[in-house]
């Protein structure tokens, strides 16, 4: 994730990249062969004090993430946070109450709100082409995980679970996105080759009323990049939203849209020139140097990346606990 944000943000005439920072020490000859002109330090304190700096991407492991924040607040640089912002809500809230006490620019890495196909599903949303919402079901699969595995990632004291927090919370943030907050979670999850979740089944009950599934594995055959299925049931009809097109069927006419089927594809609007989220990283940096520069919020701050964490905490809570978790009451 650091050599991508690396090369977007290298790509962005608003921005100039000035310094590069990781502990592993034989990344500085890859940053001198790739021809990238930043210096590299392995180590952060060091990069802050001797580069003059004015905002920071970081793209470290999970548990890394609240100290490398801290450091960064003590010199008031803008932010932008690779999701999720921590391995527990503990030290995701801790990010945020620190965050608020500063007048920085704070972006979080939920990249699903600056693809052009998720955004248009959002609007037709907001137009209530469906009418009144009150179902949905989703799910998210990547073919990743079929062995035993090591490592932080498979640690959950430090990547804060599996598949979950790690492939899920993008579908997450989506639901909040277009549902509001979640009410209710009841969630069961399955570890199969790591010690971390594989798997999970969710049944979330959103305060606006509306109620859905979702489902998530890394371990499923036939998934090279993270594919995701959305269907939303409204009184006037269904969406269904995939990572290459929306699929509307209207019971009656809304405005352009006529009754039964209309589709949008992803080339449509004009989402043809990269894989899976090769256009969201890119609009997500863009806006995070725009909002920067115009001192504005971005679309996805840490108080969204919070919200997400919440619900997170909340899947894993039900499934060790074996009950139904309401939110508001036990995310505290």
């Known amino acids: ?41 392995a180590d952060l304190s060091q990069m802050l004090r001797e580069v003059d700096l004015d905002a920071v991407f970081i793209s470290t492991p999970a548990f890394t993430n609240l100290p490398l924040v801290e450091q960064c607040l003590e010199r008031n640089l803008d932010i932008f946070l690779e999701k999720p912002l921590a391995h527990t809500l503990e030290a995701a809230k801790k990010m945020v109450s620190l965050v608020s006490q500063k007048t920085i620019v704070h972006a979080s890495g939920y990249l699903f709100a600056h ?5 248009e599903a ?26 035993s595995r090591k490592g932080w990632y498979y640690d959950r004291a430090k990547s804060g679970g599996g598949a979950v927090i790690n492939i899920a919370s993008h579908l997450l943030y989506l639901l909040f996105w277009y549902f509001g907050p979640v009410r209710e979670i009841y969630a069961k999850t399955q570890s199969l080759y790591s010690e971390v979740d ?48 929306i699929k509307l069927y209207l019971y009656k006419s809304h405005k352009k849209y006529p009754k039964e089927w209309t589709t949008i594809h992803k080339i449509d609007l004009g989402c043809s020139k990269f894989e899976l989220g090769g256009e969201g990283y890119f609009e997500e940096d863009l806006e995070f140097i725009h909002c920067c520069l115009k001192r504005k919020k971005p679309t996805v701050s840490f108080k969204e990346g919070l919200e997400v964490q919440k619900i997170i905490e909340a899947i894993y809570r039900s499934a060790e606990e074996r009950r139904s978790v309401r939110m508001g009451e036990d995310d505290r």
């Open 1 to 41: 994730m650091g050599i991508l944000h690396t090369a977007l943000v290298n790509m962005i005439p608003q921005a100039q990249l000035s310094a590069l920072s990781d502990i592993n020490k034989g990344l500085a000859k890859y940053v001198k062969d790739s021809g990238l002109q930043a210096p590299f330090f």
């Open 115 to 119: 693809i052009a196909l998720f955004q």
């Open 122 to 147: 959002k609007k037709l949303l907001e137009e209530k082409v469906l009418g009144n919402l009150f179902r949905f079901r989703s799910s998210i699969y990547i073919s990743e995980v079929f062995s």
């Open 198 to 245: 594989d798997a999970a089944t969710a049944l979330l009950g959103f305060a606006s009323g509306v109620e859905g599934t979702l489902d998530v594995s890394w371990s499923i055959p036939g998934y090279r990049l993270s594919y995701l299925d959305l269907l939303i049931e409204g009184d006037n009809g269904t969406l269904e939203l995939t990572n290459d097109y």
